[in-house]
Nanobody
Framework: QGQLVESGGGLVQAGGSLRLSCAGS????????MGWFRRAPEKEREFVAA????????KYADSVKGRFTISRDNAKNTMNLEMNSLKPEDTAVYYC??????????????WGQGTQVTVSS
């Protein structure tokens, strides 16, 4: 399991955009399918988006489909989440993790600090 560091969160008005980044360490980052998850206040952590190890396939939660775009750069050990048309209900702490692409379940037991996204109405 590598170390993951999320960044790029902030406060934005509804309709605005943010770009989150996930920086991974170790030579195996590019071997894993990766994903984004989020935890809103008083809610369970939920799946947001996933991307295969080679960046060819992506999948999204219905709630973000058409607004968010996941991408990765294995040469830089990074993964990004472009978030557009943000809504107040997108407010959450966002995390990255390795994923089982088909089940969208996270693979690694430990989580990073996450990055806070707050969308004001």
């Amino acid at each position: 399991q590598g170390q993951l560091v999320e960044s790029g969160g902030g406060l934005v008005q509804a309709g605005g955009s943010l770009r989150l980044s996930c920086a991974g360490s170790g030579p195996t980052f590019g071997s894993y399918h990766m994903g984004w998850f989020r935890r809103a206040p008083e809610k369970e952590r939920e799946f947001v988006a996933a991307i295969t190890w080679d960046g060819v396939r992506t999948k999204y939660a219905d709630s973000v489909k058409g607004r968010f775009t996941i991408s990765r750069d294995n040469a830089k050990n990074t993964m990004n989440l472009e978030m557009n048309s943000l809504k107040p209900e997108d407010t959450a702490v966002y995390y990255c993790n390795a994923v089982d692409y088909y089940s969208a379940n996270s693979l690694w037991g430990s989580w990073g600090q996450g990055t806070q996204v707050t969308v004001s109405s």
